[in-house]
């Protein structure tokens, strides 16, 4: 009885948050995480995106949060999956996952890193979490159907890793 209150609290606590891939040329929009204190990503390339706020869908934040950290607006996007990451045991974040290839309006500055367009096959020579590179593959693959992905990390050090509740050798 104790383990199951300590999962439905731990299910409870998890962060929601959003990551988009835009995708123009062969390049993704990458963030490098650079700007902010106490930053779980410092110093890692991640797509762009955030946290839920009060009564928002993951469509939602997904395009506020695009729009905030590169002032593009996203006109045409597809939801690829739901991405769940725990982390030593305290840490626990459901992230929605898109890709996008159209948009409008004017690249800015972004006040959470620095934004580059990163050619594709470049991509897996950056410092990012392993577990990116596993879902990167994925979003690759526009056939690819929507997928639940699970990504357990001891430290920064994946230890598992299951996509739609089957293990994925690492």
């Known amino acids: 009885m104790i383990a199951s209150r300590m999962q439905k609290k731990t299910f409870n606590a998890m962060k929601q948050t959003t990551l988009c891939y835009l995708e123009n040329d062969g390049k993704y929009l990458m963030l490098h995480r650079t700007k902010k204190q106490n930053d779980i990503n410092h110093d890692k390339w991640i797509g762009v995106g955030g946290k839920f706020e009060e009564g928002e869908t993951p469509e939602q934040c997904m395009l506020r949060e695009v ?16 991405v769940t990451f725990y982390l030593n045991e305290s840490y626990g ?14 690249q800015k500055v972004c006040d959470e890193g620095d934004l580059e367009w990163i050619d594709k096959q470049k991509l897996a020579e950056l410092p990012m979490w392993e577990g990116d590179k596993i879902f990167l593959k994925l979003v690759n693959n526009l056939d690819e159907p929507f997928f639940n992905l699970k990504l357990v990390y ?7 890793a299951e996509k739609d509740g089957v293990s994925i050798a690492l």
């Open 93 to 106: 974040e459901t992230m929605h996952l898109f890709s996008c290839l159209e948009w409008n309006g004017k």
């Open 67 to 82: 729009f905030e950290e590169t002032g593009f607006s996203v006109t045409k996007w597809k939801y690829r999956g739901v």
């Open 154 to 160: 001891q430290g920064e050090k994946l230890i598992s």
